[in-house]
């Protein structure tokens, strides 16, 4: 299987950086929540588009965003 | 030559050294200065002929016994000069025949190399292999500082034989980073090399492993990391007619709604002070600079690496202004006499006032700090001025070293903190104050201390106060910081990885080998990619723990509590399986290292965003038809963007990452043989561009 993100081999859908990645993006999002009552799209968007998110954070983002459309 | 007469034959590591302990020695103080093919040596009078004969760092290492650079695993090695192991040591063969040919008339041998694993290492190899054998014979001098009078007194007291015990874990740490480094850099070279055709060097070692590791550990957890947003209130007041900031009761608010509640109800309200809270705090003076901590203060106040740190402290070292500076205690002993020091630093106007104000003390007793190293003690000054100007790097380091000893004789400093609490509307704010009622030992430390005062006026509870501005402030949770060169050498020596000695050296590899990049610092691809491969087929050779522990038995030696040989074997038993796995993945591991060196020489020929269509890259690219170079926008291939620019066909050139001051536009930086390397600035528009081509 290759990674969704980068094309490396991976077991699951992403490769391991991108799966800690994506854990913490699905993680982070309870807490977005509850601070900002947005949904899922609109949190990929905020992370997306912040200066502190990690670039393997925000690639997985994007991919989650197209994939979801 | 020195004459036919017999004389003692005195070892030294470096040229100026050498001079400084024939000067000392010599009666008159003027020894004949003499050199044979360049390499210079000394001869003094004092009672008998001395010929003070310098090295040049280690002139002997471990090399393979025999066979060629292309195959792996290596366990059989020996110790050979270094003209014969590395291209660029050819002068070493003339600086050992020279040596061999001054050993010939010497009657006594003197090691008179620094005191410590590296430097007993280094002259114990010259009297086995330069002069036949004169290691069990010869006698070692012990100091800590080059002046006269510690040198002559090194001198006068010689040690009857040399520290064996010190050159035995200095060999055995050779052989074992030996082992490790040639093995397992040949194994990612030759995997490379085997699938791509092509050669690159790919380095791996003992330390640089697993310093590596804990790099790529950091930058995952920063490229993995998830912001999470929270809310602080920030507030101001006006008392007196003078306006301070307030802090909320509450640092962290976890929703946008709670905060805008607070900012609602407080927001032009009064408030009353509560309380009144006054705190006296001593702060006990700094304890000495061992080698580690002034390396951190100078990254922390003048930016320098840990590298550039040690060098400028070796030269103050070698110019008898400081003592020996790689060392990891934090004691100060008292035959080092505080006094005679201080006396001397007095003549000097800018400590003129504080070290005679430490003088006046009945008693002086240095604040040490727990770290001993059995060969030398803290870093300090020798009381020696400069006998020449000093460079401003010098300077500031002198500076630096003669501050923090004077301070840790200091008094504690005695601080005071003043927590005003004030109600607003029942939410609680909190003013801060600070201010210095004793500086004491602080003012020989002045230029490096970073306190901020804030005083506050006299305040009373139950006094009302007025507030001026609340403001509803949007955070977000930062990811952890990078490392930087310093903090990285801190990690290091916390894990206990790599000595004093090597720590920097190693951090300026992995820059050198393209495995990190910048001051904070960042893993690039090819680190990834090394440390997936080691992790991945011999997780052991880049193990924090497995690391420390041979770090441990190499340090028993020392005490002769382990033997080399079996710390030897030990290491060829962590070797050998991890050997064995990279060579049964070689295929695999070739295609991933050729692919991650593919791209990283792509990333060092981008220059920069093009300023042009602003989306694609600017490239060193190669013309199909003519072979010459020139830039180019990436999004050309994509028939996005025409952009490009000629460049000089001759030198080498690397992108500086840097902007030029007039255009902004991103500068290269050339290197062509017989000229000084010089910036390039390419865009024909720039400002400047007339200025530097009438310059040129």
Known sequence: MKCKVCGKEAVSAYCKFHEGAYENLVKGYEEWKRALNLSWKEYLNGVISNEYSGSWVKEVAEQLLKSEG | ?696
Request: aromatic share 10%.
């Open chain 2, 1 to 696: 030559m020195a004459g036919m007469e017999k004389y003692a034959l005195i070892i030294t590591e470096k040229p100026e050294a050498a001079q400084r302990i024939a000067q000392a020695l010599d009666y008159g103080g003027k020894p004949e200065k003499n050199a044979e093919k360049k390499v210079p040596y000394f001869r003094a009078h004092r009672g008998k002929e001395l010929v003070i004969v310098p090295a040049l760092g280690h002139l002997y290492t471990v090399v393979h016994e025999q066979g060629t650079r292309n195959y792996y695993p290596v366990f059989n090695f020996k110790w050979a000069p270094r003209y014969l192991a590395e291209r660029n040591a050819k002068n070493i063969r003339t600086w050992v025949e020279v040596i061999s040919k001054l050993a010939q008339n010497a009657e006594e041998f003197i090691h008179a190399c620094d005191y410590d694993l590296e430097g007993s290492l280094i002259g114990y190899c010259v009297l086995k292999y330069a002069c036949q054998g004169k290691e069990k014979d010869a006698k070692r001098m012990k100091f800590s500082t080059l002046t006269k009078e510690e040198l002559e007194k090194a001198y006068e007291e010689l040690l009857p034989q040399l520290d064996f015990e010190q050159i035995e874990a200095g060999k055995t740490r050779h052989e074992v980073d030996w082992l490790y480094g040639v093995n397992l850099s040949r194994a990612l070279t030759l995997a490379a090399k085997r699938w791509s055709g092509r050669y690159a060097t790919l380095s791996t070692g003992r330390v640089q492993g697993p310093t590596l590791k804990f790099l790529v550990g950091r930058e995952g957890d920063i490229q993995s990391f998830v912001p999470i947003p929270y809310w602080e209130v920030g507030a101001e007041v006006e008392i007196q007619g003078s306006v301070y900031k307030v802090e909320y009761e509450k640092k962290k608010i976890e929703s946008r709604a709670e905060a805008e509640a607070i900012v609602e109800a407080c927001q032009g309200k009064t408030g009353e002070i509560t309380e009144v809270e006054l705190k006296e705090f001593r702060q006990t003076p700094p304890v000495p600079f061992d080698l580690g901590s002034l390396q951190a203060e100078a990254y922390s106040f003048f930016g320098y690496t840990p590298r550039r740190t040690l060098s400028i402290a070796e030269r103050l070292y070698l110019q008898a202004l400081i003592s020996y500076p790689r060392t990891s205690s934090q004691k100060l002993p008292p035959v080092i006499n505080y006094r005679t020091i201080l006396s001397s630093l007095s003549k000097e106007r800018n400590y003129k006032n504080l070290a005679q104000g430490l003088l006046e003390r009945a008693e002086l007793k240095p604040n040490e700090g727990k770290k001993e190293d059995p060969a030398h003690p803290a870093v300090y000054p020798t009381g020696n001025l400069p006998e020449n100007p000093l460079s401003d790097p010098e300077k500031r380091i002198w500076d630096l070293v003669v501050r923090r000893f004077m301070a840790v004789f200091g008094e504690p400093a005695v601080k005071q903190s003043i927590r005003v609490n004030m109600d607003v509307n029942g939410h609680l704010f909190y003013l801060h104050g600070r201010r210095v009622l004793e500086d004491g030992w602080t003012r020989f430390y002045e230029p490096y201390i970073k306190f901020e005062e804030v005083l506050l006026p006299p305040l009373q509870k139950g006094e009302k106060v007025q507030l001026r501005k609340v403001v509803r402030e949007d955070k977000f949770t930062n990811p952890p910081a990078r490392y930087n060169p310093s903090s990285l050498l801190k990690k290091m020596e916390d894990e206990g990885i790599g000595t004093k000695a090597t720590r920097a050296d190693i951090i300026e590899t992995l820059y050198s080998r393209g495995y990190i990049a910048d001051r904070r610092i960042v893993v690039t691809n090819l680190g990834f990619d090394v440390i997936e491969v080691l992790n991945e087929y011999c997780p052991n050779v880049v193990s924090v723990e497995l690391t420390r522990d041979l770090e441990e038995k190499m340090e028993k030696i020392q005490n002769n509590s382990e033997k080399r040989e079996k710390v030897l074997l030990e290491a060829v038993d962590i070797l050998k399986p991890a050997l064995e796995g990279l060579k049964e993945r070689e295929e695999t591991i070739g295609e991933v290292l050729s692919d991650a060196i593919k791209r990283a020489k792509i990333q060092e020929r981008i220059i920069g965003s093009c300023p042009q269509c602003g989306t694609g890259n600017l490239m060193i690219l190669f013309s199909r038809k003519t072979g010459k170079r020139f830039i180019g926008c990436t999004n050309y291939f994509k028939g996005l963007c025409k952009t490009s620019f000629p460049l000089p066909q001759r030198g080498t050139l690397k992108p500086m990452q840097k902007s030029c001051n007039a255009c902004d536009w991103p500068l290269l930086e050339v290197r062509a043989k017989g000229r000084r390397p010089w910036r390039f600035c390419f865009n024909p528009n720039c400002p400047l561009r007339e200025a530097r081509e009438k310059r040129s």
